[in-house]
C-alpha cells in the first residue's frame, strides 16, 4: 500500500510518500481502508522531531481516519463493510490503518467520510476540554481561542451542543471570523486587542485556548470570577507563563486538558467520551468543518498549510 513516511526530521515538506507492507490488525485492533485521515497540528510537530511522542524513523504519522472496515475481532460488533471513524494516534496518512476496536465508532448515516475523519479527534479533545476540565455548565460563556481552525470550530460547536449561551470566537481575520459563525459561534472578536472586545461584551465563564502565546494573559482578563481557562496547546509555539497573583485575586483557575495523555490511559476513557458525541453528530448539531481536501501525495503541503496558517478547518487527506 502507499503511505505517507517522515523519513528525516526537517519539516512539513520532507515527508515522502512510500510503498510499505499493509498493517497486520492485532486481537484488538479494527483493519480499516481509509477512505480520509485528518492532518493535526501534532503531525506538524512529528515532522519537526518536537512532538512528545518521537517514533523511531521512518513511521507514518496521522492520528484519525475514516473509512470501511476490512477486518475486526470477533464480538467487536463492527463487520467488514462499516463505515467507521476511528482514533488510531499512528499510522493514518496511508491507504489501511489499524484501530483498537475502543477507538473505533460506527458513523451515522449522512455524515461523509471526510467529516468522520475530522471528528473523533478534535470533538473528543473539544469534549475533554469543556466538560471534563473545564466544567462547562448550561448557559455559561465561552470563549474560543484559535476558532476558524479544526479544532476550533469543534470546540464552537461542542459548547453549543452541551448547552452553552454565548460562544465568542477569536480568530485573527475577518474571513476566519465569518467561518467562525458558519461553525456556530455567536459572535467572534479580532485577536488584536480582542481582550477589550471581549469585556466590552461581557465576561466569560470559560476560555478554551489551543494558541498560547501573548494572549494568555488578556484570556484570563475575560474571565469572571470562578472563571477557568483551559489550555490545551501552544499553536502560536510560545508556552506562557502566569502569575498566579492573577488568579488568586480574580478568584480564576487555569487547567491542563492533554486527552491523549489522559483518556487513552484508562481503559474505555476514549469510547465513553465518543459515544457521549455520537448522538449529537447525528442529529447534525456537530457538524465537522472541513476544508481543503489534499491527495496522499500532497500530504507535504497539508502540513505546511496547516503549519503556516492558511488552513481553514479541517485540513483532510484523501487516501
Known amino acids: 500500500m502507499r503511505a505517507v513516511q517522515i523519513v528525516r526530521l526537517d519539516g512539513p515538506g520532507s515527508v515522502e510518500v512510500r510503498d510499505v507492507a499493509v498493517p497486520e490488525p492485532a486481537d484488538d485492533e479494527v483493519l480499516v481502508r481509509v477512505r480520509a485521515a485528518g492532518v493535526g497540528f501534532p503531525e506538524v510537530l ?3 522531531g518536537a512532538y512528545q511522542r518521537q ?5 507514518t504519522p496521522g492520528a484519525e481516519i475514516a473509512g470501511e472496515v476490512v477486518a ?6 463492527l463487520v467488514p463493510g462499516d463505515r467507521v471513524a476511528a482514533v488510531c494516534l499512528l499510522g493514518g496518512f496511508a491507504e489501511y490503518a489499524v484501530a483498537p476496536v475502543d477507538r473505533t465508532v460506527a458513523l451515522p448515516d449522512g ?8 471528528f473523533a479527534f478534535n470533538y473528543g479533545t473539544a469534549y475533554f476540554a469543556l466538560l471534563e476540565r473545564g466544567r462547562l455548565e448550561p448557559g455559561e460563556a465561552v470563549l474560543v481561542h484559535g476558532a476558524a481552525g479544526g479544532l476550533g470550530t469543534a470546540v464552537i460547536q461542542t459548547a453549543k451542543a452541551f448547552g452553552a449561551g454565548r460562544v ?8 476566519k471570523g465569518a467561518l467562525a459563525l458558519r461553525a456556530g459561534a455567536d459572535d467572534y472578536v479580532l485577536a488584536d486587542g480582542f481582550k477589550d472586545a471581549v469585556v466590552r461584551g461581557g465576561e466569560v465563564d470559560l476560555v478554551i485556548d489551543p494558541v498560547g502565546g501573548d494572549r494568555f494573559t488578556d484570556s484570563l482578563r475575560c474571565l469572571r470570577p470562578d472563571g477557568r481557562l483551559v489550555v490545551v496547546g501552544f499553536a502560536a509555539g510560545d508556552i506562557p ?5 492573577r488568579l488568586l485575586l480574580r478568584n480564576v483557575s487555569v487547567v491542563g486538558a492533554a486527552w491523549v495523555g489522559y483518556a487513552f490511559g484508562r481503559p474505555g476513557h476514549v469510547a465513553r467520551d465518543l459515544h457521549a458525541l455520537l448522538p449529537h453528530l447525528a442529529r447534525g448539531a456537530l457538524r465537522p468543518v472541513v476544508g481543503a481536501e489534499y491527495a496522499l501525495a500532497d500530504a507535504g503541503r497539508a502540513l505546511t498549510d496547516l503549519a503556516e496558517r492558511r488552513a481553514r478547518g479541517k485540513v483532510v487527506l484523501r487516501p
Open 46 to 48: 512529528m515532522s519537526r
Open 55 to 59: 517514533p523511531d524513523l521512518p513511521f
Open 72 to 77: 475486526a475481532p470477533a464480538g467487536s460488533g
Open 111 to 118: 455524515v461523509s467520510f471526510a467529516e468522520g475523519a475530522a
Open 168 to 175: 465568542v470566537a477569536v480568530t485573527s481575520t475577518d474571513e
Open 241 to 245: 507563563t502566569v502569575r498566579v497573583n
